[in-house]
């Protein structure tokens, strides 16, 4: 099955930039979806299609998707972008769903 | 406005059965897709499978073919997970979701979550 890997957590100060990677075989040929977390919630779309931001997300947050790589960027971060973030995919081969590891962002 | 609304969190002992729902209302329920995603306690999402409510199609994760139940009723927009002998490992967020348009789409709008308890 399909296998999406991201780093565990990254660390950054507040008004920096957050890059969150999301590794997979080819991942540039497949649609790359960003959800966040924030502690006890439900997951939120913050970008779906590699790059579109669904309305009411902030333009600080931006995708990236090519070769074996997608990428989720936090331009200015603040303190309530402290949370956890995860890749999602669609894999062809067995018609399912894939989520990648989830990235838990700290806000230094 | 599209809401999906989860029943209450499930106590319930191993080896029991449990059904929870999940109600879709401000948008057409029979035209999306609805999925069901599994957070084990302190740990990340795990895609379990789908159903479109319009003909019930549903499909499922391999990890969790033959071990849940994913159904729909389309006269009450409520969609369904069920167990039919639960295990202490089933302990865990179960969220239902709406999948959007698309060949490989994703989810839009989510449930609050059920928590589900498996002790004896």
């Known amino acids: 099955s399909y296998v999406l890997t991201q780093p565990p957590s990254v660390s950054v100060a507040p008004g920096k930039t957050a890059r969150i990677t999301c590794g997979g075989n080819?991942?540039?040929?497949?649609?790359v979806h960003w959800y966040q977390q924030k502690p006890g919630q439900a997951p939120v779309l913050v970008i779906y299609?590699?790059?579109d931001r669904p309305s009411g997300i902030p333009e600080r947050f931006s995708g990236s998707n090519s070769g074996n790589t997608a990428t989720l960027t936090i331009s200015r971060v603040e303190a309530g972008d402290e949370a956890d973030y995860y890749c999602?995919?669609?894999?062809?081969?067995?018609?399912?769903?894939?989520f990648g590891t989830g990235t838990k962002v700290t806000v230094l | 406005e599209v809401q999906l609304v989860q029943s209450g969190a499930e106590v319930k002992k191993p080896g029991e059965s449990l059904k929870i729902s999940c109600k879709g209302s401000?948008?057409?329920?029979?035209?999306?897709?609805i999925g069901w995603v599994r957070q084990m306690p302190g740990k990340g999402l795990e895609w379990m499978g789908i159903?479109?409510?319009?003909?019930?199609?549903?499909r499922y994760s391999p990890s969790f073919q033959g071990q849940v139940t994913i159904s729909a009723d389309k006269s009450i927009s409520t969609a369904y997970l069920q167990w039919s002998s639960l295990k202490a490992s089933d302990t865990a967020m179960y969220y239902c979701?709406?999948?959007?348009?698309?060949?490989?789409?994703?989810?839009?709008?989510w449930g609050q979550g059920t928590l589900v308890t498996v002790s004896s």
């Open positions: 979701a709406r999948l959007g348009y698309g060949d490989e789409a994703e989810f839009d709008y």
């Open positions: 159903i479109y409510p319009g003909d019930s199609d549903t």
């Open positions: 080819n991942i540039g040929s497949k649609s």
């Open positions: 299609y590699d790059s």
């Open positions: 999602q995919v669609w894999d062809s081969s067995s018609d399912r769903g894939v």
């Open positions: 401000g948008y057409s329920f029979t035209s999306y897709w």
